[in-house]
């Protein structure tokens, strides 16, 4: 029974809670992805740089109240400099929909061309990016930085194994938790979340009911601002300020999205934490799973790992291209591309 706990123990450390949090990340972007798809009706390759400038501002506002001794004890400052991240990325966004997006819309555009848009919108959110924080990587993370520590495990539970949870697991967590909730909320109980649905559910009526169609778009995108930049914080937090990883994300991001069903927000959820589990489920190691649950002479010698980390990405375009031949509609039944 030890030894079942104890492996239990090292799965949750490396598989079950890194799953978890990633999930929580990814659903938040894909969220975004989703609201814009739903109300302006076209797919925003510029997500993922939409998260990287979210974070650089909330990292350049981190360090700020840093020199200014400005701290939240055990709790990383980046909580408090998440809010002016937000607003200016809500800022950035709503003056790229007024000086790029709106002429298409204007011109009644395929949603070719607002594709081929948002990638060029990327490519100078990219560059804009690496203008104001440079190429390189950089940690912004204080406070204490476990949440649960070997130690305490270990004196609670008398096991070999300690289960660690991170500062910044917990948080992503519990405010992914409290964001989708607001949010599902948001569209399901206010004025102004029925009418961004009925908006997306048929334009030209919701017109004809009176519905503003400039204060529509204002919010959403005001919205998925808040999205990428709690998204991007907390993936920075977790995992480190890389300014090449958001851009990489966008995979895994579109794939939760095709896999949960377009344009459903519970459809982004639920793609999310299926994307991620699926990537550190294929690429982690087993061997020390095994050696605590099999006889001594049939533990095994390799790693026991069905794909190294470099391939976690083709997981997604595997899952992404599987849903797309078997069930284009993704689980949720959204729309198809």
């Known amino acids: 029974?030890?030894?079942?706990?104890?492996?239990?123990?090292?799965?949750?450390?490396?598989?079950?809670?890194?799953?978890?949090?990633?999930?929580?990340?990814?659903?938040?972007?894909?969220?975004?992805?989703?609201?814009?798809?739903?109300?302006?009706?076209?797919?925003?390759?510029?997500?993922?740089?939409?998260?990287?400038?979210?974070?650089?501002?909330?990292?350049?506002?981190?360090?700020?109240?840093?020199?200014?001794?400005?701290?939240?004890?055990?709790?990383?400052?980046?909580l408090l400099a998440l809010p002016v991240g937000i607003l200016v990325t809500s800022w950035l966004l709503l003056a790229t929909d007024r000086y790029v997006y709106r002429y298409y819309r204007t011109q009644r555009s395929k949603s070719i061309t607002f594709v081929m848009a948002s990638l060029g919108v990327m490519f100078i959110m990219n560059g804009l990016v690496r203008l104001l924080l440079g190429p390189n990587d950089q940690n912004f993370a204080d406070g204490e930085r476990f949440f649960l520590t070997a130690d305490a495990f270990r004196a609670w539970s008398g096991l070999d194994e300690a289960l660690v949870i991170r500062t910044s697991q917990a948080l992503t967590i519990l405010l992914a938790l409290i964001l989708v909730g607001l949010l599902f909320w948001f569209l399901q109980r206010t004025k102004t979340g029925k009418a961004m649905r009925a908006y997306a559910d048929n334009e030209n009526l919701a017109l004809l009911s009176g519905i503003n169609p400039d204060r529509i778009v204002r919010i959403t995108w005001i919205i998925t601002a808040a999205l990428a930049t709690v998204a991007g914080v907390l993936y920075g937090l977790d995992k480190g300020y890389k300014p090449l990883a958001y851009y990489n994300l966008l995979l895994p991001i579109f794939a939760a999205v095709i896999v949960g069903g377009i344009g459903k927000p519970i459809g982004a959820v639920v793609g999310g934490f299926i994307i991620a589990f699926s990537e550190v489920i294929v690429t982690y190691a087993y061997k020390k799973v095994l050696t605590y649950l099999l006889p001594p002479d049939l533990a095994p010698d390799g790693l026991v790992q069905l794909l190294s980390t470099e391939y976690k990405f083709a997981v997604s375009f595997v899952i992404l291209v599987i849903v797309l031949l078997v069930k284009p509609t993704g689980i949720f039944k959204g729309k198809v591309l």
Do not use: H, K
Not at 31 to 57: D, H, K, P
């Open 1 to 78: 029974m030890t030894d079942f706990l104890n492996a239990l123990v090292v799965f949750a450390n490396f598989v079950f809670i890194p799953a978890l949090t990633y999930g929580c990340q990814l659903a938040l972007g894909s969220l975004g992805v989703t609201m814009i798809y739903s109300v302006l009706r076209f797919s925003n390759f510029a997500q993922g740089e939409t998260m990287a400038f979210g974070t650089v501002i909330t990292i350049m506002m981190t360090w700020w109240l840093q020199s200014l001794g400005v701290s939240l004890g055990p709790l990383p400052t980046a």
